[in-house]
Structures are given as C-alpha cells and as structure tokens.
C-alpha cells in the first residue's frame, strides 16, 4: 500500500477508537440521570409521607387545644355546682356537664385514632427512607463504577491520541488537512473500504475503471459521491 494511503487508513482506525471512547465519556451523564428516577420516585413519595405525617400532627395538637377548653369548661361548670340554688337549675347544670364530658370522650376518641394514624405513617415514613437509602447506596455503587469507566477511558484516550500525532507526523501536510475535513463532512469517517465496487462510506457503487485503481491501493483515490479516501482490502 502506498505509504500515505496506509498512515491515513491507520490514521481513521485511532480516529475511530478516540470518537469511541469519547462517546462513552459523553454518554456517561445521560446513564447516571437515567438511574436516578428511582431516587426521584422514593425521594417523592417520601415528601409525600413527611407532608401527610405534618398535617396529622397539627390535627392532634388542634384537637388537643380543643380537649383543654372542653375541660377548663367543666372544671367551671362544676364549679358552679356550689352556686345553685334551685334543683332546676341544678339538672341544666348536670346535663350542661353531661354534654361536654360527651364531647370530651369524642375529642378523646379523635386523637386515639389520630395517634394511630400517626404510628401507621410514620412506621411507612421509617420504610421508605429505608428503600430510600437503599437506592441512594445503588446509586452510589453506579456513579463509583462509570467514574472507573471514565478513568479508564480517558487513559486509553491519551494513549489514542499519542499515536495519533505520530501517524499525524508522518502525513504528508495537505493530505492531512484533506483528511481533516472529509473528518468533518464524513461524520467522523474519511477512510473507507472499497468492497465489491461499493462504498462503505456511502454505499454507491464506484465506477468499475476507479475501483480497479482503488484495488492497487497505490493512490489517494476519492469516492466520486461522498468524496472519502478509498482503499482496498483483499481478505475482506
Ligand atoms: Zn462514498
């Protein structure tokens, strides 16, 4: 193979594994934000729960308030009792205490039920911050191994781009630049093969007379479509 023709073939192969490798690194943010819609679910419904488990709260300590005044009410009424003089006014008295000591059982009732509510929400509060947490660790476990994967990668990619620069030197200068730019307008492909009169840049057919110019690989031959640098590969 003519010796710019081969540096710029291996050229596209480094070129090819540094896009690769790029891609990884690249694609890394998306695959973490993917893993966190679990997080985001628990995370949720746990504010959720925290919310809930606040408003029952402020509803027993309202009930609560309410308890007090009924009981500051019959300590008063009962108090009263001394002051009676008629037994009319008397049974009003005892039915007036009668009715609020009623209430009072019912506010009492309110907030056992409301405790109770209380412990169910909170007992379901300690499970999803377990599942929480849990997810939190998973997620953690994921970030730890993709940071190797960009660790690893980016080595490689040094190492990639340090070869590279030698092929790059060894180039001659204004095919280096035509490499360049077919990179640019190729997709990241300016080095393709010519196989069975087609090209694998492009897929068009290549006129049969280039093609067997393209087998010698002894020129820098250009696809007559999409313009990429064509070689030749006989065990493929
Ligand atoms: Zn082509």
Redesign the pocket.
């Known amino acids: 193979m003519e010796r710019n023709l081969n540096l710029l073939v291996n050229l596209q192969k480094f070129d090819s594994l540094i896009l690769e490798k790029q891609g990884i690194i690249e694609e890394i943010p998306a695959r973490i934000s993917e893993k966190e819609g679990p997080l985001k679910k628990a995370q949720a419904v746990l504010d959720k729960l925290k919310q809930s488990y606040e408003s029952i709260e402020k509803k027993r300590r309202d009930k609560e308030r309410e308890l007090d005044d009924i009981n500051e009410r019959i300590k008063k009424l009962k108090a009263r009792t001394t002051e009676i003089k008629t037994n009319k006014e008397y049974q009003t008295l005892l039915r007036e205490i009668e009715t609020a000591e009623k209430e009072c059982n019912a506010i009492e009732d309110e907030i056992l039920n409301i405790m109770e509510d209380m412990d169910n929400s909170s007992k379901q509060g300690k499970l999803e911050e377990s599942k929480l947490r849990s997810e939190n660790d998973k997620l953690d476990a994921y970030r730890e191994k993709l940071k190797a994967e960009v660790t690893e990668a980016e080595k490689e990619l040094l190492a990639l781009r340090e070869e590279r620069s030698k092929i790059v030197d060894a180039v001659d200068k204004e095919l280096y630049i035509l490499y360049m730019s077919l990179i640019e307008s190729g997709n990241g492909m300016a080095v393709?093969q010519a196989k069975e009169e087609v090209?694998q840049?492009?897929n068009?057919n290549i006129p049969p007379q280039l093609f067997v110019e393209i087998q010698r690989n002894e020129e820098i031959l250009q696809?007559p479509?999409?313009?990429?640098i064509l070689f030749y590969r006989s065990d493929s």
């Open positions: 393709v090209c840049g492009c068009m696809c479509q999409c313009r990429r």
